[in-house]
């Protein structure tokens, strides 16, 4: 297995133990690697849009469908509190981990909060929309906002 | 008006895509991968169009 790839599994790895992003300190421990050669796989992972990272390079502000900040989008599953990065992504915790999940949310028109029960199998029937403003071709001019 | 998805295909979308994310083999879907994916789900005007997106 080559090391981004690695580096990769590492990152998910611990948001899926955990609920929250990790340090380089952290993968370098479980890739056995130096921080610099971890940062350096982080900048070829965010290259191919496998991560987004903050200013500084080293702090992972997403890594799809995990958010590395707290965002309005939680999800709850087998004890653990997730941020996702979008409903979208809220979606995509418990489809990653395989695995039933609660999503928090608020809707955006009315600000009114929002739960959904995801099983196994997808979400229970719901007549509930996602507006996806920024159309495709354009999503990672600014992913963030997006 | 923008693109409204409903719930059953965004979890499509987030099952297509994402399902996989901690496995060894996964990767994320190219373009026309991507163009698939949304065609499936019954996502396909120019707005789910990534094709004018490029990346290494």
């Given at each position: ?130 507006h ?6 354009q ?8 | ?7 059953d295909q ?21 373009p026309?991968?991507i163009r698939?994916?949304?065609a ?6 120019d707005?789910w ?8």
């Amino acid at each position: 297995m080559d090391f981004d790839t690695q580096v990769k599994l590492a990152i998910y790895h611990h948001f899926a133990e955990t609920g929250c992003g990790p340090s380089p300190e952290d993968i370098a421990s479980r890739v056995t690697a130096g921080v610099d050669q971890v940062l350096a796989s982080y900048a070829r992972l965010r290259a191919e849009r496998v991560l987004v990272l903050e200013h500084d390079g080293a702090t992972i502000r997403m890594a799809p469908p995990f958010s590395g900040v707290p965002t309005q989008h939680s999800v709850e599953a087998a004890g653990i509190e997730y941020y996702a990065n979008c409903a979208w992504d809220a979606l995509g915790i418990p489809a990653a981990l395989q695995s039933p999940g609660i999503v928090y949310s608020r809707c955006e028109q009315s600000g009114d909060p929002l739960q959904l029960e995801v099983g196994i199998d997808g979400p229970k029937s719901s007549d509930w929309c996602f507006h996806c403003l920024v159309p495709a071709s354009q999503w990672w001019q600014d992913i963030v906002f997006t | 008006m923008q693109p409204l998805v409903t719930i059953d295909q965004l979890w499509e979308m987030a099952s297509t895509w994402y399902s996989t994310r901690l496995q060894a083999d996964s990767r994320r879907p190219q373009p026309d991968e991507i163009r698939k994916i949304f065609a499936g789900i019954g996502l396909q005007d120019d707005f789910w169009d990534p094709s004018s997106d490029s990346f290494g």
